[in-house]
């Protein structure tokens, strides 16, 4: 059984960091295209960073530059961290793991809330 578990969102000031980590387990992990993805009330889920199986990285345009998405094969995990974090920011942040159509795995999400 596949399973995606994120950790580490909560409550941080305009300006502060969050690191969100998600681990996975049930699944070769190393073959898959990995990602965050957020959703915040009333919107769409929306992609904020991908990782390939490569280490090719990709960002939301709103995202470049404040953020950086990692993933560690041996470990099993993907990580997120955020920096500069501002309150349009807050949001259920989802861990992804997918390989096109066939192969797509959402975690339970852990909340990111950003206070002006």
């Known amino acids: 059984q596949v399973q995606l578990v994120e950790s580490g969102g909560g409550l941080v000031q305009a300006g502060g960091s969050l690191r969100l980590s998600c681990a996975a387990s049930g699944i070769t992990f190393s073959i898959y295209v990995m990602g965050w993805y957020r959703q915040a009330p009333g919107k769409q889920r929306e992609l904020v960073a991908a990782?390939?199986?490569?280490?090719?990285?990709n960002y939301a345009d709103a995202m470049k530059g404040r953020f950086t998405i990692s993933r560690e094969n041996a470990k099993n995990t993907v990580s997120l961290q955020m920096m500069s974090l501002k309150p349009e920011d807050t949001a259920v942040y989802y861990c992804?793991?997918?390989?096109?159509?066939?192969?797509?795995?959402w975690g339970q999400g852990t909340q990111v809330t950003v206070s002006s």
């Open positions: 990782v390939t199986t490569e280490g090719r990285t």
């Open positions: 992804n793991l997918r390989s096109g159509a066939a192969i797509n795995y």
